[in-house]
């Protein structure tokens, strides 16, 4: 089933920091994770996604992930790989723009696909139904990821496609968000 | 082929940061990572890890990984899942110190598996292997995860089993040791 990568759907990636629920279920805006920049940057350039979007609409969060990235681009010079791994990286202010920005690199509008530790309601597709489908067809794909508790219900309305919680043999499902991230992105486009 | 969890051999993980190998491949003892204690911790817990071993001989950085893991016991009263996940860490001095903790509870010798991002001289076994060992046979499994540029020769020498590394559609695969993780666990107990 494996194609040449230039034949695959085109993937994207959001890091959405607004509109997320907090612990009470509160709409809020979430504070950028350091470490969310580079690792998910190395995920995303090792299973071949085409631009991280770091989403939020704050401008002392902007700068913040803006000197984040400098950090790692400047002062991190011998790590050569690290450093490429930066390129994939966007920041943006609204889940709009990021949306906007696949559709001119695209020319079409991508499938929005959703992710959650929690079974949420929304359209769902198995992992192996997306890899097939993105294997198969031409068609990009943009997987979102919330951070603090999870995608708002004003997102997860707009969604073509959820995937299942990710679960090991029992009922805790709690990783991280940079955690997940790299799971989701190995069911998709591991070898 | 899924088994019930009781069944199954039980797996162990060792964050090794001596004896491994720095960007000249010299042995050297690396920096604890602050986020690798509750991220690895999560991934450890979500996918049904019995310890949690974090392994440096410098009892300064005995002290941090104490420090970091007393941080998210003691501030972060409201996440619960994340406190509960910590009590999957044991920080020892060296990898013969977790080997002797993990056959105090076993019994038996674990297998020792190692992991790499580059392919390293070390009998090989495919993910769909283990996995498959690991759910028909009861013996105790120990996934060894280096942190620098890897794990030192001398550490290979003692594996039983070296698991491939992980790639995605093409050539570049520098993931963070917490991705790595996550990516691993999952390959083997994910559902």
Redesign the interface.
Known sequence: MLRP?SN?GNLYLGLLHYPVRN?KGEIVTSALTG?DV??IA??C????ICKYYIITPLPSQQQVAQRIYDYWDKEER?HA??R??LQVIKVVATLEASLADVLAIEGIRPLLVGTSAQKRTAPQFTYEQLREKLELENTPAYLLFGTGWGLAEEVLERLDVMLPP?????P?????V??????I???L???
Chains 1, 2 share one sequence.
Request: proline share 5%; hydrophobic share 30%; aromatic share 10%.
């Open positions: 990568y695959m612990r470490l580079p690792d190395r995920s350039r090792t299973f071949g011998d790989h690290r490429e791994a990710i679960y090991g043999p029992g805790y499902n709690h990783l991280s940079r955690s997940a991230v790299a799971v992105l190995d069911r486009r591991g070898h």
